[in-house]
């Protein structure tokens, strides 16, 4: 028997499968065209929030350094002049990136602030950006104080109004002579020690020690042809309204400098009570001015005058004691400042900052007037030096900048205060219950 085998082919026939299978696939590819649009502004919108949540955090970051370090400034220099303490802050800012660039923003500094703004707060609001998305040129560094009250309904406030400090009580020393040689006159220095109703009972003054070389500089006390001097009040007082020297009863034994010949980097003056009369020595509403030489100030360019002191940045240390017993001491730095004589205010006070007590500059020059001082501002640790550091910025949306579409810029803002310890001068960053603006 034989096996016969066709090679006739038959049509094979179409599995229901694979046609479910094709069509799903058209319906699949029919939705990825519909969503994909959906999908692509999600993750716009999420490049959109993590590129502006990045740019917050190195605002603030930024804004951080910049307080840490004015408010280090302000505090190592014992308060005084807010000019070069806003200047670092302005550096520290712009050493610190946004979104790939340097953050630019302004010192809000007000050359001449009145009683309600003793800390030159040209303003203490910030605005929004300018049109072309900069950073407000206003109000981003904020000098204040930061006061605790436990008993108050917001325990912990900032004040711009305030004058921070860690001194027991408010101290200005003041160098005014124009001229090389000129500090040698018997009213060339200046100390008052300022009255005040909360100052603690028996405060004194114990002694005052001015370094010339504590800055830097290569100054020194030149006593070898005179030894320092107190004034006589001739020809006439250099602050109308009052004495040279008043409150002590017994100046030449109750005001010992040393040293009194040679030369020497530092000048200390030691302060006594006066057992005769009963007077404790140098109290709250004290002053007095006296002359002493110096050599090789203004970094040995031989403007040995007040404008020197300060481009020296002397310090000035102040020992207090109460009831005779010292506390630990505190210091200043001397600041040259640039009030004109031409601005002095006929009647007291003189001087056209409005600094109490801070005699008439010598001169009009900006850069040379002949002075410079230091303030220590009275606070016994309530009123901590503080900066808050603010700004809006204009962050410009990196999906319109990809595909050339102008679009408004997005706003991002952000602030924070920083606080100086007035024992360990260490910073640490605050926040707190109340913002008082104060002007």
């Not at 999908?39 to 804004?63: D, K, M, P, T, Y």
């Amino acid at each position: 028997m034989s096996i016969l085998f066709s090679t006739r082919k038959f049509p094979r026939s179409i599995n229901r499968s694979d046609k479910g299978l094709a069509g799903r696939r058209g319906i699949a590819t029919l939705w990825l065209v519909l969503t994909l649009p959906i999908f692509l502004i999600l993750f716009g919108f999420v490049v959109e929030l993590g590129h502006l949540w990045l740019a917050r955090v190195e605002l603030e970051n930024a804004l951080e350094a910049a307080a840490r370090a004015a408010v280090k400034a302000w505090g190592d220099a014992g308060g005084g002049s807010t000019y070069i303490p806003r200047q670092i802050g302005v550096a520290y800012a712009a050493a610190n990136h946004v979104r790939g660039l340097p953050l630019e923003i302004a010192a809000n500094y007000d050359p001449a602030p009145g009683p309600s703004n003793p800390n030159e707060n040209l303003t203490c609001c910030v605005q929004p950006g300018d049109p072309v998305g900069g950073v407000s040129p206003e109000g981003n560094l904020v000098f204040g104080a930061v006061i605790r009250d436990p008993n108050a309904t917001c325990p912990i406030v900032f004040d711009a109004s305030k004058r921070p400090g860690c001194s027991p009580g408010t101290v200005l020393i003041d160098a005014t002579a124009q001229g090389p040689g000129n500090l040698v006159q018997d009213n060339a220095w200046g100390i008052v020690f300022r009255p005040s109703p909360d100052l603690p009972a028996g405060l004194t003054i114990q002694s005052i020690t001015i370094d010339l070389q504590a800055g830097g500089g290569s100054g020194q006390f030149d006593f070898k042809s005179a030894p320092p001097v107190l004034s006589d009040n001739l020809p006439t007082p250099i602050i109308p309204c009052h004495n040279d020297v008043e409150g002590f009863p017994n100046p030449a034994s109750q005001i010992v400098f040393s040293p009194t010949s040679g030369l020497s980097p530092t000048l200390t003056i030691n302060f006594y009570p006066d057992p005769i009369s009963g007077d404790l020595g140098f109290e709250p509403g004290d002053r007095l001015r006296f002359g002493a030489r110096t050599a090789g100030v203004s970094q040995g360019s031989g403007q040995d005058d007040g404008d020197g002191i300060g481009r020296d940045a002397v310090k000035v240390t102040v020992v207090f004691a109460i009831n005779g017993n010292p506390l630990p001491p505190v210091s200043a730095t001397f600041y040259d400042n640039t009030e004109s004589s031409n601005d002095c205010q006929a009647t007291c006070p003189v001087h056209p900052s409005g600094i109490e007590d801070l005699p008439c500059p010598p001169a009009s020059a900006p850069n040379n007037n002949g002075q410079s001082y230091a303030l220590l501002s009275g606070g016994n640790g309530d009123s901590q030096f503080a900066v808050r550091a603010q700004a809006v910025l204009a962050v410009p949306s990196p999906i319109c900048s990809l595909f050339g579409l102008k679009m408004p810029r997005y706003r991002v803002s952000a602030h924070t205060i920083a606080v100086y310890q007035c024992g360990s001068k260490e910073i640490r960053l605050q926040r707190v219950d109340e913002y008082k603006c104060g002007n």
